[in-house]
């Protein structure tokens, strides 16, 4: 299994951003996705959820409204979209899946939302 994600970085308050994940190694389209932050100092929260063909979406109170989660089963890839971005948004982004009790994770991309 392999989970890569990219689309991190640097941007203004206020901004926008679209992550991206690449899986590899499984049936893409038989398992939930799901997006992963960490900032510093605190612990990995679950920010969005996505089910296998994407019917069904689930997100953190904290970024209800700002962020949207999707995915493409055509190309393996889910993705975060996130506008309004907040200062307290800034961490490490992680993709994760978890298949028969076995969790696997991307190496995480950082975004960092600064004036």
């Known amino acids: 299994v392999q989970l890569v994600e990219s689309g991190g970085g640097l941007v203004q308050p206020g901004g926008s951003l679209r992550l991206s994940c690449v899986a590899s190694?499984?049936?893409?389209?038989?398992?939930?996705m799901n997006w992963y932050r960490q900032a510093p100092g605190k612990e990995r929260e679950l920010v969005a959820a996505?089910?296998?063909?994407?019917?069904?979406?689930n997100y953190a109170n904290s970024v209800k409204g700002r962020f949207t989660i999707s995915r493409d089963n055509a190309k393996n890839t889910v993705y975060l979209q996130m506008n309004s971005l907040k200062p307290e948004d800034t961490a490490v982004y992680y993709c994760?899946?978890?298949?028969?009790?076995?969790?696997?994770w991307g190496q995480g991309t950082q975004v960092t939302v600064s004036s």
């Open positions: 190694g499984f049936t893409f389209s038989s398992y939930y």
């Open positions: 994760n899946v978890v298949r028969e009790g076995r969790t696997s």
């Open positions: 996505i089910s296998n063909a994407g019917g069904t979406r």
